[in-house]
Nanobody, 125 residues
Framework: QVQLVESGGGLVQPGGSLRLSCAAS????????MGWYRQSPGNQRESVAH???????DYADSVKGRFTISRDSTKGTMYLQMNGLRPEDTAVYYC???????????????????WGQGTQVTVSS
């Protein structure tokens, strides 16, 4: 099992910055890829950025050049540095950890997604 706890959300003016953190605990070594997702009222949850345990990153087009994802494996923590925030970035941001499927002996397990409880980011003047 893996537990994920987000922090760092808040209210910021357009053009401002925030840094979100996701603290992972438990069987963190089983996680291959971590990421940030967001969901605003009336919309589906959407992918924001991902990072693998070898440092490969990818970003949604809407945040490229403004957001930076990083991971400190020694602390089991992932970050999302958000610069140039816009009102349309307003959402609840969720931390995700993906454990790949694997087999142990004769038993195989499906891939599994872990989620944090979310942190609210509001961009408004």
């Amino acid at each position: 099992q893996v537990q994920l706890v987000e922090s760092g959300g808040g209210l910021v003016q357009p053009g401002g910055s925030l840094r979100l953190s996701c603290a992972a605990s438990g069987e963190v070594s089983t996680i291959y890829r971590m990421g940030w997702y967001r969901q605003s009222p009336g919309n589906q949850r959407e992918s924001v950025a991902h990072i693998t345990n070898v440092g490969t990153t990818d970003y949604a087009d809407s945040v490229k050049g403004r957001f930076t994802i990083s991971r400190d494996s020694t602390k089991g923590t992932m970050y999302l540095q958000m610069n140039g925030l816009r009102p349309e970035d307003t959402a609840v941001y969720y931390c995700n950890g993906n454990r790949p499927g694997y087999c142990s002996g004769s038993k195989c397990y499906d891939a599994h997604d872990y989620w944090g409880q979310g942190t609210q980011v509001t961009v408004s003047s």
